[in-house]
């Protein structure tokens, strides 16, 4: 079995500011964590491709991604709100991140890699059709997803997000397609204030409450998630992988620990395993306490291919 690793260095030049939480240490650190403990060497590492204009323009309207190319800085920053901030190296950084988002996908629903890991910046889940905002520009997820569905020709894809955060840009692309089901945790009343999101149709939204541990997401889990991909049986499943949720990252209140992580991901892939061929596509989100990150997200790539 072959199990993908796939990043760019531009996601190590996009930056937004010396302070910023969302800065390229975050991928050095997941790296070097793989690295040291031997995971990388059950890994197949791989440099993503920009995206094309046409596999970005499947999720975000043309129009949004000349403005985005048009107001691109030369020099300095632009704010684009109060967080997210473009540099020069931005846009480059967010065409490989999509890029490498189109390449896992299309080696892991081809079956030449068994599932793969994303390590790239900058993230996606916040980026609506229309507009970037919370740290993100192009939704590398949905970009991926659209792939596998208009380019591949998948059916049924189910998108997981575990990020303390709501994925809305990915529900504002994905609400009312009936071939893809989101389902998800988050915490409750945390950015982007959207958490009471719709729950129903193709969208299984499952809020936490502040400040509950991993029981709480392992609920979620099991009396909502699995019976939901269960029934949608997926051809093939991605994952928005935040890790803010961790109790040592103080970007939400929730309490999750390095064994919260592993557990879900041996859930998705049982899911993956019972109706998708095995086949997952995992892409970096969130998680900012670096040393958290670094273990969470090893945690769950260990238990992506198997090696725990
Ligand atoms: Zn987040």
Redesign the pocket.
């Known amino acids: 079995m072959l199990y993908g690793y796939v990043t760019h260095p531009a996601s190590l030049r996009h930056e937004m500011g010396p302070d910023h939480p969302e800065a390229p240490a975050r991928v050095n650190v997941i790296h070097d964590y793989l690295l040291a403990h031997g995971i990388l060497d059950f890994m197949v590492p791989m440099s993503g491709p920009a995206a094309t204009r046409a596999q970005v323009e499947r999720t975000h309207s043309a129009l949004y991604v000349a403005e985005l190319a048009a107001t691109a800085p030369t020099t300095g920053y632009r704010r684009i709100d109060p967080d997210t901030l473009m540099s020069p190296h931005t846009l480059d950084a967010a065409w490989h991140a999509a890029g490498c988002a189109v390449l896992a996908t299309e080696l892991v629903a081809r079956g030449k890699l068994a599932s793969a890991f994303c390590n790239i910046r900058p993230a996606g889940h916040h980026a609506t059709r229309d507009a970037a905002m919370g740290f993100c520009f192009f939704n590398n997820v949905a970009v991926g997803v659209r792939h596998a569905l208009d380019e591949l020709g998948l059916q049924r894809v189910a998108l997981i997000d575990f990020?303390?955060?709501h994925g809305n840009g990915t529900q504002d692309i994905f609400a009312e397609d009936e071939r893809v089901l989101m389902v998800s945790t988050f915490e409750r009343g945390l950015y982007p204030y959207d958490t009471d999101a719709a729950d129903g149709g193709n969208m299984c939204n499952v809020p936490l409450e502040p400040y509950t541990r991993g029981d709480a997401l392992r609920d979620a889990v099991l009396t909502r998630w699995v019976p939901a991909l269960d029934g949608f049986a997926p051809e093939m499943i991605f994952v928005s992988a935040?890790f803010?949720a961790h109790r040592e990252d103080d970007?939400s209140h929730l309490l999750w620990t390095d064994a919260d992580y592993a557990w879900l991901t041996r859930q998705l892939v049982a899911v993956a395993n019972r109706h998708a061929r095995g086949r997952i596509v995992s892409l970096l989100?969130?998680g900012y306490h670096r040393l958290a990150l670094a273990r969470s997200a090893g945690a769950h790539v260990r238990a992506l291919i198997g090696a725990d």
Do not use: I, L, P, T
């Open positions: 990020d303390a955060h935040g803010d970007m989100e969130g």
